[in-house]
């Protein structure tokens, strides 16, 4: 459910209140996720952390023994990169909300920017093979967001 | 111990291995502005950013003209070192994006930036069949994080035919100053 847009003088005067990071196993998203968790930290907001699920979705291994289904053990790549990253943010001592989005990345974190009334969105490049080149998913962020956007 | 302690702060991801400085807060902008209503915002939230997190913001103001080659970049002074404004030359779009790309990279050297806040207008920063934007040519040139400064609601209904946004939307927290 969508929340109810704030109106700008009931979001309190920091700049950045709410930062969407846009994460997957990469290092150029591990930067983006760096650099949101700093500004987050600084500014005193929460940070929204956005793992978008692809179709398909590395679910818990078939095999798994049900007790261990719900742990760590039982959690799929993103979920599992998602904890790792709620866990960083946490020991920074940042306040962190964590979001799995079954959509493509753009989609997904166009959506979370939108519920929660992003101000500040964090993306990496996309490219990891030497040089830097934007990617088509910051792209994107970068077209339908309406917010200010932060390519690392 | 040291060494612990840094360990605690790689893995609460507050250091980077690579980066032992660990990269901190953005200690100068580089705000690049044109004439657009998002060059308003850029403003805005340059120095919203240097209240609240200290700093400095630079600016500089980009111009272009169809004939000649290459840029010029003008300081306050002649012989200035950092420029103030950055003329780009070409006849196509195409060669006066990359020499107004050539141009930022520059101000951003000489003036020591850790990150580029480009307040331009968004159509500026979109790619066009061959040509590739701005933004795309700025993130391949330099290894510098570049921010887009959020359309003001007046730039939107120009932009997209739709009437002003809302004051609730977040692109009116940084209004044109």
Not at chain 2, 137 to 149: F, G, K, Q
């Amino acid at each position: 459910m969508a929340r109810p847009q704030r109106r700008p003088h009931e979001r309190g005067t920091r700049l950045f209140e709410t930062v969407v990071a846009g994460c997957t196993d990469s290092r150029g998203a591990d930067q983006a996720f760096r650099r949101a968790l700093e500004l987050t930290r600084a500014a005193g907001g929460t940070l929204h952390i956005v793992c978008a699920l692809g179709d398909s979705h590395d679910g818990p291994p078939p095999h798994l023994p049900s007790e261990f289904r719900h742990t760590a053990a039982g959690a799929g790549r993103t979920e599992w990169h998602m904890y790792q990253l709620r866990f960083r943010a946490e020991s920074a001592q940042v306040r962190v909300e964590t979001h799995a989005v079954l959509a493509p990345p753009a989609d997904a974190i166009t959506k979370i920017v939108a519920d929660e009334g992003a101000d500040l969105v964090v993306v990496g490049t996309g490219s990891g093979h030497g040089t830097r080149q934007l990617s088509g998913v910051p792209k994107a962020v970068m077209d339908s967001v309406s917010c200010a956007v932060l390519v690392v | 111990m040291p060494g612990t302690l840094e360990k605690n702060r790689e893995d609460a991801g507050l250091v980077s291995r690579s980066d032992p400085q660990g990269g901190g807060l953005f200690r100068c902008l580089l705000v690049v502005l044109d004439d657009s209503a998002a060059a308003g915002a850029a403003v805005g939230l340059a120095r919203e950013w240097a209240r609240t997190f200290g700093g400095e913001a630079r600016f500089v103001r980009i111009e272009e003209r169809p004939k000649g080659l290459g840029h010029d970049r003008v300081g306050h002074r002649d012989q200035s070192p950092e420029p103030t404004r950055v003329v780009a030359h070409g006849r196509t779009l195409r060669a006066r994006n990359h020499s107004l790309v050539e141009g930022i990279t520059q101000a951003a050297v000489a003036l020591r930036a850790d990150v580029v806040v480009l307040g331009c207008d968004h159509r500026r920063l979109a790619s066009r069949r061959l040509c590739a934007s701005v933004r795309d040519l700025l993130v391949r040139s330099t290894d510098l994080p570049v921010m887009v400064a959020p359309a003001t609601p007046a730039q939107e209904s120009t932009e997209e035919g739709r009437g002003p946004a809302s004051e609730a939307t977040p692109r009116a927290r940084y209004a044109p100053v």
